[in-house]
């Protein structure tokens, strides 16, 4: 099924995210997170892909799985930065060939050191979105950044490329993790000044340690309000604590969130179904409304 038909449908609908092993070694392990989160019955569990491409096989692998073997839409991660038009063209037509109907088109970041942009790579996402639309009728998502996008100095220009994007094909979109749902409300505002109208998933992080808090700022340069790092602050050396209290945290984010209107909503579960289940435990009777 299409992702956006799900999301047009009437209720709440709550998706989560895998990612693919690194190494074989960890395969079975990612495969049974993968099962318990599909048992949580979300609307759909999207697959991220490496950013070397690396585990691009491993993405349609478990996108695949998740769909004819667990019963529950997937949708799968594809960038295109690390690998040339041809090799991006070749797993789109797997992707193709397997069932998947739908991806999350990304550029990725351009992996260091490497020449770019190139004639041989397309340079931006929404190229790629493009050349998806070429190989057939998928449901294609993007990413968004409701803080900007690092590279992007002027958040202008961010929604001046997003609605390019948008434009090339998008049907909806998921953001990048914020802890302030304020500056998901402003940008969602001014996103909809700009004409840009698809279905908007915020992505809710549980942040459930000091670490993981480190290297989710290093990756996505967002910023922490006070009411977060005070708890970080108080809990981070207590490790159960601090998973409870991130819980907690995504859960009163996800419960604003609702409660002003938005529908869907895209958990990064990051391979942890102690924390998804806790979350939809916490959203059990909210989530029926
Ligand atoms: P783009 O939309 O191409 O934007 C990249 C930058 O270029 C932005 O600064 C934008 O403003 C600018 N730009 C866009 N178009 C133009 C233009 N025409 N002219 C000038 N500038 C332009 N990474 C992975 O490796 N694997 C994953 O599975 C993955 N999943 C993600 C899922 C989500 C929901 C999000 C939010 C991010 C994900 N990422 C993933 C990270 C993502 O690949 C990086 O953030 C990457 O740096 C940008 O990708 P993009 O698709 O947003 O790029």
Do not use: W
């Not at 961010?158 to 409300?185: C, E, P, R, S, W």
């Amino acid at each position: 099924m299409k992702i956006i038909d799900r999301l047009n449908e009437d209720g709440i609908h709550i998706s989560f995210e895998v990612f693919p092993p690194k190494t074989d070694a960890g395969f079975d392990k990612v495969m049974d997170a993968t099962k318990r989160i599909a048992a949580l019955n979300p609307s759909y569990i999207s697959v991220t892909y490496g950013a070397g491409g690396g585990t691009s096989k491993n993405t349609a692998y478990i996108a695949n799985y998740i769909r004819k073997e667990l019963g529950v839409e997937s949708l799968a991660h594809l960038t295109c930065a690390s690998s040339t038009k041809e090799e991006v063209r070749q797993v789109i037509q797997n992707l193709k060939q397997s069932g998947i109907e739908n991806i999350l088109a990304l550029r990725g970041d351009i992996p260091q050191g490497m020449a770019f942009p190139t004639e041989e790579r397309f340079r931006y996402a929404y190229e790629l979105v493009e050349e998806i639309r070429k190989h057939g009728d998928f449901c294609i998502g993007a990413a968004c950044y409701p803080e900007g996008h690092v590279e992007n100095e002027h958040k202008e220009d961010d929604i001046k490329y997003l609605k390019q994007k948008v434009d090339a094909g998008v049907d909806f979109l998921t953001t990048q993790m914020f802890f302030d749902n304020d500056i998901h409300y402003n940008f969602l505002y001014r996103i909809r000044e700009a004409g840009i109208t698809v279905p908007v998933l915020p992505g809710i992080m549980p942040i459930t340690s000091a670490s993981q808090m480190k290297r989710s700022q290093q990756l996505s340069g967002t910023v922490f309000p006070r009411r977060f790092l005070s708890i970080l602050d108080r809990f981070g050396d207590y490790p159960k604590a601090m998973e409870q209290a991130g819980i907690a945290y995504a859960t009163d984010q996800i419960i604003d969130l609702l409660a002003n209107g938005v529908r869907n909503i895209h958990i990064y579960s990051m391979n942890k179904p102690e924390v998804a289940a806790a979350i939809m435990d916490n959203l059990s009777e909210i989530i029926k409304c």
